[in-house]
């Protein structure tokens, strides 16, 4: 029989070998080795919020607007509640007389007209009505008088009371009161009278 010679690979090399088939993937039993993957996450980011400014609109305050107050003139009761047109009218403060600064045509004059005691006679010129009321004119004393009807009132109903220590001045004459009497003169000559319930004078 013949005898067949194979050539024999040195352990060497068939160790070689192996090495070389597992290094290329091996048998094909073994699975391929997985590639790492190494994925890089991007930088955080960091948002701040910044808080959206608020403006606030006050309401506006309220004005309050504070009215003009003009004080009233110092005066003494000479003003318009004794004024009836161009005359002014006035009662005592006991009721006893109704009193007035009269503009009349070509004359001023100032009087009361009440019940009074003791009253002259009668002058024999008075046809009507005398001794009711006592009066000063522009020129000469003070004294009784004779009228037909009540001359000292404005038709307003009850005048207002002269108050004791305010005197009305008006017209060129001035006239004041107590608790029962009223006194009126004649600026400028000083003539007048003073007239009471219970007494009377004439100058």
Same mark, same amino acid.
């Given at each position: 029989?013949?005898?067949?010679?194979?050539?024999?690979?040195?352990?060497?090399?068939?160790?070689?070998?192996?090495?070389?088939?597992?290094?290329?993937?091996?048998?094909?039993?073994?699975?391929?080795?997985?590639?790492?993957?190494?994925?890089?996450? &991007? &930088?955080?980011?960091?948002?701040?919020?910044?808080?959206?400014?608020?403006?606030?609109?006050?309401?506006?305050?309220?004005?309050?607007?504070?009215?003009?107050?003009?004080?009233?003139?110092?005066?003494?009761?000479?003003?318009?509640?004794?004024? *009836?047109?161009?005359?002014?009218?006035?009662?005592?403060?006991?009721?006893?007389?109704?009193?007035?600064?009269? *503009?009349?045509?070509?004359?001023?004059?100032?009087?009361?007209?009440?019940?009074?005691? &003791?009253?002259?006679?009668?002058?024999?010129?008075?046809?009507?009505?005398?001794?009711?009321?006592?009066?000063?004119?522009?020129?000469?004393?003070?004294?009784?008088?004779?009228?037909?009807?009540?001359?000292?009132?404005?038709?307003?109903?009850?005048?207002?009371?002269?108050?004791?220590?305010?005197?009305?001045? =008006?017209?060129?004459?001035?006239? =004041?009161?107590?608790?029962?009497?009223?006194?009126?003169?004649?600026?400028?000559?000083?003539?007048?009278?003073?007239?009471?319930?219970?007494?009377?004078?004439?100058?």
């Amino acid at each position: 029989m013949r005898r067949v010679t194979l050539p024999c690979l040195g352990v060497g090399a068939a160790l070689t070998a192996v090495l070389a088939l597992t290094a290329c993937g091996g048998s094909p039993d073994t699975p391929a080795a997985t590639e790492a993957t190494t994925t890089i996450a &991007p &930088p955080a980011t960091t948002t701040t919020s910044v808080p959206t400014p608020t403006t606030t609109t006050a309401d506006p305050t309220p004005v309050t607007t504070v009215p003009t107050t003009t004080a009233a003139a110092t005066t003494t009761l000479t003003d318009v509640q004794f004024q *009836r047109n161009e005359s002014y009218f006035f009662s005592s403060p006991d009721g006893s007389f109704t009193c007035g600064i009269l *503009r009349l045509p070509g004359r001023t004059e100032a009087g009361c007209e009440g019940v009074t005691t &003791p009253v002259p006679p009668r002058p024999d010129d008075c046809m009507v009505s005398w001794g009711n009321g006592i009066r000063v004119e522009n020129t000469g004393r003070g004294a009784f008088m004779c009228s037909g009807g009540q001359v000292y009132t404005s038709g307003a109903g009850t005048e207002p009371v002269l108050a004791p220590g305010t005197p009305l001045a =008006e017209l060129g004459y001035t006239c =004041e009161t107590t608790v029962s009497s009223v006194t009126c003169t004649n600026d400028e000559t000083g003539h007048g009278f003073t007239v009471a319930p219970d007494s009377n004078e004439t100058f």
